[in-house]
């Protein structure tokens, strides 16, 4: 595809249960981030990979969180046990190298945790 | 810790006005960019800003990097409603674009 997918584009899940939300980047961009937005403000970082690594893991919230890429491509973000405050939009964002160029934005995958 | 902070946070006015955000920051940042996001949407570049004191236009918006690489502002001439959304600015660090935490306006017929 032409720009960042994620899926699904919503999803509503029970507290405690466990959510994987995935990301295809751009083809051929190295780099791929995580950030979390709640409702009408910024972006929180969470994660970031340059190929399958991830460098800088240091805006995961808690262990509930992890993120593993696969073939320097798709990138899953797993949240387990899930909790009300988890609810927000999570944002996928991929470039052709580290931030020296801009990430472009998948649409976002809007969590609910009821 | 908020490294990058916008103001204002909310912004309602008439088609027409003129309007500044401003996004200031303790750090130096190498770069700094705009982003626009509507409801539904990922942030979309809007521009990016290198050189301290650079001033770059976009048609109707003029966006400007302080001197000290420290803060920008965005500045909208003439406002639409079609500028209604979120602004938010950003800066690399570590690897990382940082956001400010964004500024909604509205901009009303």
């Known amino acids: 595809g032409a720009g960042v997918s994620q899926s699904p584009s919503n999803k509503v899940t029970e507290k405690g249960k466990d959510v994987e939300l995935r990301c295809d980047p751009i083809?051929?961009?190295?780099?791929l981030y995580w950030y979390r937005q709640s409702l009408g403000q910024g972006l929180e970082f969470l994660i970031y990979?340059?190929?399958?690594?991830?460098?800088?893991k240091s805006g995961l919230p808690s262990d509930r969180f992890s993120a593993e890429r696969t073939g320097g491509s798709v990138s899953t973000l797993t949240i387990q046990r899930t909790q009300q405050e988890d609810s927000a939009v999570y944002l996928c964002?991929?470039?052709?190298?580290?931030?020296?160029?801009?990430?472009?934005f998948g649409p976002g995958t809007r969590l609910t945790v009821t | 810790t908020q490294l990058l902070e916008q103001s204002p946070q909310f912004l309602s006015i008439q088609e027409g006005e003129n309007l500044t955000v401003y996004c200031n920051s303790s750090?130096?940042?190498?770069?700094l960019q705009w982003y626009r996001q509507e409801p539904g949407e990922g942030p979309v570049l809007l521009v990016t800003?290198?050189?301290?004191?650079e001033v770059k236009k976009l048609k109707r918006l003029t966006f400007q990097f302080g001197d000290a690489r420290k803060d920008s502002s965005l500045h909208i001439t003439a406002a639409q409603t079609g500028d209604t959304g979120l602004y938010l600015c950003?800066?690399?660090?570590?690897?990382?674009?940082?956001f400010g935490q964004g500024t909604e306006l509205s901009v009303k017929p």
């Open positions: 083809s051929g961009h190295t780099a």
């Open positions: 800003v290198v050189t301290g004191g």
């Open positions: 950003a800066g690399a660090q570590g690897g990382k674009l940082i």
């Open positions: 990979f340059q190929g399958n690594s991830a460098p800088d």
């Open positions: 750090s130096v940042f190498s770069s």
């Open positions: 964002a991929s470039s052709s190298r580290l931030a020296g160029v801009l990430p472009y």
